[in-house]
């Protein structure tokens, strides 16, 4: 091992390879404390790396510009440019090395910026714990294997394509009249090889990109296809699509969704669009155009997740949506938090004060369906009355409600 710098160590392979070890590739590592990089550049030159390791981050970003590593050794918690910060300088270079976190943080924090990374389409390999353990840390280096991460956008493009996205249905529940009256159309990437994965695996990265569009386009053709032949056989359900917040739908939305209902002979009322506070009250005026176009050809619009972004509620009340859903957060726990209780009783207000419709979403337990069923809330979605399914299994579902 070499000390370039008081900043900066290197070690090469070569020295570990002459000593029976295998050459594996560079090992680029950032961490606010130079011990840890004195450390880190020997266990990987010990497990037959080329190490390059740095307190300095623009360095650190120089140098895998220069030489792409394998392995990225990461400090979550530093000084200058936090963790967080610098995966989204990995994610914005395209990196494609596997990126190890090191902290002495609580597993929560780690967690998080796992799944943040993932969510910027990098390789998230692993967790290193401080303090570190000389054998655990060589033991998670000589393990690393350099996998490509499959979820890209080309290859999420080519799924779109190919047929392997699919929409599950959860049943959306009205508390009168006792029957399930519509359903939220959720997407599923059937993988060949990762098997099903969950909106939050790839949403993300088809917003960053580009590719979000093509997905709404084919979340709402799947909805119009599924409600003609739901109508087919005679069940009127109401189907809700999700639109994302990233970036407006384009502006021939509107005739381009009605097109799609007049070619399948499905009435505009049967869809809803979902959409955020965020998406709403980030650009008011273009967001006011295109839903008043939307609600004037007959869409339903339902604000998404309420409670849960920044709205100004003179906007709120300006817009012309006709369905207001609680976020989930309040409404599983309502029974458990006063708080939460306090909040959802005052948005069922809200929501029947602008005559909008009230959905409460992630009902989890049949004490909290009869505390919305009791205040009056209309509708009601979540796992207490049935998860996202097939489309084949909605009828089954529907014929079943009486026992709810
Ligand atoms: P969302 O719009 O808030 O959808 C509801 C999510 O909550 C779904 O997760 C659903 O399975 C889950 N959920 C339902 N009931 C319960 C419950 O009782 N408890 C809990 N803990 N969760 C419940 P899913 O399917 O993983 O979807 C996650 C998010 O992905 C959706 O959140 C939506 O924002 C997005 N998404 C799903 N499909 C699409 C799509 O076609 N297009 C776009 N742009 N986004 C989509
Ligand atoms: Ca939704
Ligand atoms: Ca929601």
């Keep these: 091992m070499t000390q370039l710098a008081s900043t900066e160590w290197t070690s090469s392979s070569s020295r570990a390879v002459a000593r029976g070890g295998a050459a594996r590739g560079c090992l680029a590592a950032l961490d606010d404390e130079a011990m840890f990089c004195e450390f880190i550049s020997e266990a990987a030159e010990l497990s037959g790396y080329d190490a390059f390791a740095t307190v300095d981050p623009e360095k650190f970003l120089a140098h895998i ?65 401080k303090p570190i353990d000389m054998d655990a840390l060589r033991g998670l280096l000589e393990s690393q294997v350099q996998v490509e991460n499959p979820l890209s956008v080309a290859r999420l493009a080519a799924a779109i394509a190919g047929g392997e996205l699919t929409m599950h249905y959860q049943p959306i529940f009205d508390l009168r009249a006792n029957c399930t009256a519509g359903v939220e159309a959720l997407v599923r990437w059937r993988h060949p090889r990762l098997g099903m994965l969950m909106p939050a695996a790839f949403v993300p990265l088809a917003e960053r990109g580009g590719l979000i569009g093509v997905l709404t ?173 097939p489309a084949k299994d909605i009828a089954g579902f529907c014929a079943a409600d009486s026992r709810t």
């Design 217 to 389: 386009d084919w979340a709402l053709a799947q909805a119009v296809r599924q409600a003609a032949a739901w109508r087919r056989s005679g069940m009127t359900l109401k189907i809700a699509v999700n639109i994302s917040n990233v970036g407006m739908p384009d502006e021939r939305l509107p005739e381009r969704l009605e097109r799609m209902c007049a070619d399948a002979d499905v009435p505009p009322s049967a869809i809803a669009l979902e959409l955020t506070e965020s998406a709403a009250m980030r650009d008011p005026a273009r967001a006011m155009e295109m839903f008043m176009r939307l609600r004037s050809k007959g869409f339903d619009l339902s604000i998404d997740d309420f409670g849960t972004g920044y709205s100004s509620l003179a906007q709120l009340q300006r817009l012309p949506f006709t369905t207001l859903k609680i976020d989930r957060s309040f409404v599983t726990s309502v029974l458990a938090s006063e708080a939460n209780a306090s909040i959802v009783l005052a948005v069922i207000s809200l929501a029947h004060a602008l005559n909008l419709i009230c959905v409460a979403e992630g009902v989890e337990s049949a004490d909290t369906l009869a505390f919305l069923k009791a205040n009056g809330c209309d509708f009601a979605q979540g796992y207490h009355i049935a998860r996202a399914m």
């Design 65 to 129: 510009e220069r030489c792409p590593p394998a392995v990225i050794v990461l400090d979550l918690c530093m000084s200058g440019m936090d963790g967080l910060q610098a995966l989204r300088r990995l994610a914005d270079e395209g990196v494609k090395a596997n990126i190890l976190l090191g902290s002495g943080a609580d597993s929560l924090a780690l967690e998080t910026a796992i799944c943040l990374g993932r969510a910027h389409g990098l390789n998230m390999a692993g967790i290193i714990r």
